[in-house]
């Protein structure tokens, strides 16, 4: 029988934040939910507990821009069990606009929390798992923006495109710990917010859709099992890739 792991999920309030635990869940294993909106986090974690079945998802309100929050929340796992694996799924897409006319403090909100956050959240993983002996697996949730770009996007596209590097950068030196570290880059994804945004049927979604050779945009469910691929057993000997699930759209 497999021993549970526990599992970290930033941005856990929102939809594939919620897809991946769901998916985890299924699979056995500890959910703990983490994300800077502590009432939502809340709520996602009762709702994921009441609809499916497995250990009880627990939350945590944790803004991870703020690295003496984040290391206090390790240390507080770290007396309860400790964390086998983190999910770095937290990311914003606050602003569009083009080089010539975005505000670079604009910008800079978004480093903040998909640059400098995930590398928070990376480092107090890492030495949360180094003291612990090693081993450990770490899932950056990326985007095939920071390969593929869209006009007015690329302030988000360039913060995944640092995530990308981040994995890299990470998975080299973190290997002699035997702490894997990947990214799951998904092109759009079809959560809760933009389906409602682009219903079924609509021009917005029908422009998406011609971009992907499979047809249409991703769901939810299609991202979780790459998250759990890579952060389980059958990737034991992957480090350092960042794994597009996104319908072939990088091909075109």
Known sequence: MTTPRTILITGGAGGIGQGIARAFRAAGDRVILADRDGSAVAAAAERLSADA???????????????????????ELASTGGVDVLVNNAGILSVHGTVTELDPEAYRAILDVNVLGTFAMTQAFARHRIARGGGGAIVNISSIGGRQPTPGMGAYESSKAAVDSLTRWAAIELAEHHIRVNAVAPGPVLTPMLEEAMPAGSPARAAWATRIPLGDLARVDDIAPAVLYLAGAGAAHITGVSLPVDGGQLLT
Do not use: E, K
């Open 53 to 75: 079945a497995g250990p009880a998802a627990t939350s945590r309100a944790l803004d991870i821009t703020d690295p003496g929050t984040v290391d206090a929340v390790f240390a």
